[in-house]
């Protein structure tokens, strides 16, 4: 065969193989190659195109436009705090990046400009918003992108976050004050054996506080509970609120965060570099500094790093992890399909079996692979999940919420506190042990930033990467079977933040311990004060709800005997998709 005669390479193309069962796939991979070296003005001879990919192309057509269909249901309301038309100043929406006062109230014409272009949707209008500084907003545009596999973003809803004068708000704020307060403080002591003063100190005072949604032991929060991740689903009632299965057991962070990751011939060691701990890390903690950067200011100050790496001790290093974040789902399908190696400390592979109702596990003559159910499959469908779910974040951040961020609501303590302004602030927040101590330490009442910049330019309700990592984690539990215990778990060694020793204790699971992923990413984001708990515990859920439905659309292309993706909820609940 000569291949640089067009005419040549399709004449030995017959029909007849192709009726033979000479797959899609190989034939136009043929043809691909056989076109990349056919001359400039040769004839090409037309492949006549079988019964088989007719009936396939057929068939793509018709689950198209049965996945659009299936989208076209009734658009769900979406409940809001209402706090932002309650209060003519704007002071419980995100502002920022737009000019302010100096007590931090925004222009209200630059505001103006800000949510015309939000109701119009015209790049036009965009261009036209008025700032406070050179810091640009973060692609408002972007969540109005058509996704064309899943639900559509504004078919997504989520509960309505706390309003500004609530005591769940307040109680929130105390959380994240006792937060910075842990920075330093090594995750070995959140147990509930220990004797750490502050962990003992805010285990006490949040239980003083009714309002409080975070993980609990029989109806108390305790040092094994503090701090741990939850999730937030829209109800009947208003709000639902549960603890993820697998969180609260074990080392607080998971497996996936501290197990080297095999890449084929290569690995992982997943020590981090870290921020140092010193108090040139903290950041917005001056007034002048806090107020500029609320106007859009840029600053000159760096996170200063410590010169050794390590794998996570605490919460200023989790913060810093979601600040730059390694491919952390990808890493853990890499483990969990990795087998493990006795020969080799450092391979990470846990070997996880795929989930029971993977169609090729009781094969005799087949298995999965790139194209469905298999390695590759897994590795693909984890990594394609990020966008769809960045569209359904930041579409309830720009065009439903617009949530004030932590750092914000700071400054009207702030200014109630130090200069007598009469902020409609739930009345706890002015009696906390934790806004005392962050007090004390800094000569003012504004949360600690672990960013020199504090929180990125669009506002906080719901998170982008909390929702990544509930979407990201559920596919992972569809795939694979979530109930295999992790076989060899490791802990960070308490005298040694460089070295893994074994973790003896309750078995873990691959189910929990991609739950406390999960929850661990998004709680990151709230050590480094960006984030409310309850940004974290409803995006986790919205994650989940996208990742359903693409789920959903999947199952409806494949031709293997499938039954359905099963996996557990973070409520807990059993589903079959």
């Not at 929406?93 to 007590?103: A, E, I, K």
């Not at 706390?162 to 105390?174: C, G, H, N, P, R």
């Not at 991740?229 to 969180?247: E, I, M």
């Not at 569809?478 to 960070?492: G, K």
């Amino acid at each position: 065969m000569k291949m640089d005669s067009g005419k040549s390479v399709f004449r030995q193309v017959k029909r007849r193989e192709f009726l033979r069962g000479v797959s899609l796939f190989t034939a136009s991979t043929a043809v691909t190659g056989s076109l990349s070296k056919i001359q400039a003005g040769a004839a090409i001879a037309q492949v006549p195109a079988s019964q088989a990919s007719k009936g396939l192309a057929s068939k793509a057509y018709q689950v198209r436009v049965m996945c659009a269909k299936a989208i076209r249901s009734e658009m769900p309301e979406h409940p809001t705090n209402g706090d932002e038309a309650k209060y003519a100043n704007k002071i419980a929406s995100d502002t920022r990046g737009l000019p302010h006062n100096q007590r931090g109230e925004v222009d209200l014409n630059a505001y103006r400009t800000y949510i015309n272009a939000l109701k119009s949707g015209n790049p036009d209008d965009f261009e036209a918003i008025v700032l406070g500084g050179k810091q640009k907003l973060s692609q408002p545009l972007g969540p109005l992108a058509v996704s064309l596999t899943g639900l559509n973003v504004s078919q997504i809803p989520v509960p309505a976050p706390a309003t500004l004068d609530s005591a769940e708000q307040a109680v929130e704020y105390i959380e994240l004050a006792w937060q910075a307060l842990l920075k330093d403080v090594p995750f070995s002591e959140y147990q509930n054996d220990t004797n750490h003063p502050l962990i003992l100190a805010a285990v006490k005072e949040l239980n003083q506080l009714s309002a409080y949604r975070g993980p609990k032991e029989k109806d108390r929060i305790t040092p094994q509970t503090l701090l741990r991740g939850s999730a937030n689903y829209l109800s009947a009632k208003g709000t639902s609120t549960t603890s993820p299965p697998g969180v609260n057991v074990g080392p607080y962070i998971s497996q996936f965060l501290l197990l080297s990751v095999p890449l084929g011939t290569q690995y992982i060691v997943q020590q981090n570099r870290i921020p140092a701990a010193t108090g040139e890390n903290s950041f917005l903690v001056d007034y002048d500094e806090w107020l500029s950067i609320q106007n859009g200011g840029s600053t000159d100050r760096k996170i200063k790093f410590d010169s050794a790496r390590r794998y996570l001790l605490n919460q200023r290093d989790l913060a810093q992890v979601v600040n730059t974040t390694p491919p952390v789902y990808i890493n853990a399908a890499w483990i969990l399909l990795t087998k493990p190696d006795p020969s080799d400390p450092f391979s990470g592979g846990i070997g996880a079996p795929y989930n029971p109702s993977n169609p090729y596990n009781q094969s005799k003559t087949q298995s999965g692979g790139a194209a469905t159910f298999g390695a590759a499959y897994s590795r693909a469908l984890v990594a394609a999940i990020a966008p769809y779910t960045v569209r359904a974040a930041y579409w309830q951040k720009y065009y439903v919420h617009r949530r004030l961020r932590p750092e914000a609501y700071a400054g009207l303590i702030h200014q109630n506190r130090v200069n007598q302004t009469n902020y409609p602030l739930h009345k706890d927040v002015f009696s906390s042990e934790a806004v005392d101590r962050l007090f004390s330490a800094n000569k003012t009442c504004l949360l600690p930033q672990a960013y020199p910049s504090g929180s990125p330019f669009y506002s906080s309700y719901t998170g982008g990467v909390a929702a990544i990592a509930g979407a990201s984690v559920t596919i992972l539990k569809a795939l694979f079977d979530e109930n295999f215990v992790i076989p060899n778990p490791v802990m960070l060694d308490p005298n040694d933040p460089t070295k893994l020793i074994p973790y003896k204790g309750e078995p873990l699971t691959v189910g929990g311990e991609l739950n406390k992923l999960a929850t661990n990413l998004g709680q990151g984001r709230s050590a480094a004060g960006i984030h409310w708990r309850s940004d974290t515990a409803a995006s986790l859920v919205q994650g989940e709800a996208i990742a359903i439905s693409i789920l959903r659309d999947e199952k409806r292309t494949f031709r293997e005997k499938f039954e359905g993706f099963t996996f557990t909820k973070f409520d807990g609940t059993k589903v079959k998709i």
